[in-house]
Antibody, heavy 123, light 110 residues
Framework: QLQLQESGPGLVRPSETLSLTCTVS??????????WGWIRQPPGKGLEWIGS????????YNPSLYKSRVTISVDTSTKQFSLKLHSVTAADTAIYYCARHYGDDPKDAFDIWGQGTMVTVSS | QSVLTQPPSASGTPGQRVTMSCSGSYSDIGKNYVYWYQQVPGTAPKLLFY???QRPSGVPDRFSGSKSGSSASLVISGLRSEDEADYYCAAWDDSLSGWVFGGGTKLTVL
């Protein structure tokens, strides 16, 4: 059964770069032709889509929230995809989830989620 | 502020029928499928409905989803205590080329 697991620092200093990795286990990143995405949830608030990537590297980012601050990359050989969020502020404090789109279209919903990792931005 | 509009709370007693709404615009719900997620506090969201009204395996048929124009609804019949959770609607927005979510409805089973 496919599982996703986020990893990375739980504390990031303001103005620095938040870096997270999602490791896929129990299945392939390429055989089922899926998109893979990042979603975050500030404490006590709702869900925000950050961006998504195809296993070949094509990306979609949330333009209204993140513009040039976000980079998502993929390494199918290690079955991992990563998120980098630059120039973070306290507003970037949130639980960060990685998730799989159920198909090969970024319009396909997220059907498998990681457990989430809390990232706090603070000096 | 979320792109899709959901009432912040809903409640019902066991056995009752509860309806939760989700309102959007032409570029999101109007042109694309609606999806619903259930999130029990402290856990990751779980896909509850895909393509407006399709239930993934394991989701009880007490849950039903529908869409009309730029709005959608989630109905839970025969409410149970384990249904207490936050419910989020989501859709792809063609004008943003990205996903938008509702702010979530917190369901309380009294």
């Amino acid at each position: 059964q496919l599982q996703l697991q986020e990893s990375g620092p739980g504390l990031v200093r303001p103005s620095e770069t938040l870096s997270l990795t999602c490791t896929v286990s129990g299945g392939s990143m390429t055989s089922t032709d899926n998109f893979w995405g990042w979603i975050r949830q500030p404490p006590g608030k709702g869900l925000e889509w950050i961006g998504s990537i195809y296993h070949s590297g094509g990306t979609y980012y949330n333009p209204s929230l993140y513009k040039s601050r976000v980079t998502i990359s993929v390494d199918t050989s290690t079955k991992q995809f990563s998120l980098k969020l630059h120039s973070v502020t306290a507003a970037d404090t949130a639980i960060y989830y990685c998730a799989r789109h159920y198909g090969d279209d970024p319009k396909d919903a997220f059907d498998i989620w990681g457990q989430g990792t809390m990232v706090t931005v603070s000096s | 502020q979320s792109v899709l509009t959901q009432p912040p709370s809903a409640s019902g007693t066991p056995g009752q029928r509860v309806t939760m709404s989700c309102s959007g615009s032409y570029s999101d719900i109007g042109k694309n499928y609606v999806y619903w997620y259930q999130q029990v506090p402290g856990t990751a969201p779980k896909l509850l409905f895909y393509k407006n009204n399709q239930r993934p395996s394991g989701v009880p048929d007490r849950f039903s989803g529908s869409k009309s124009g730029s709005s959608a609804s989630l109905v839970i019949s025969g409410l149970r205590s384990e249904d207490e959770a936050d419910y989020y609607c989501a859709a792809w927005d063609d004008s943003l080329s990205g996903w938008v979510f509702g702010g979530g409805t917190k369901l309380t089973v009294l």
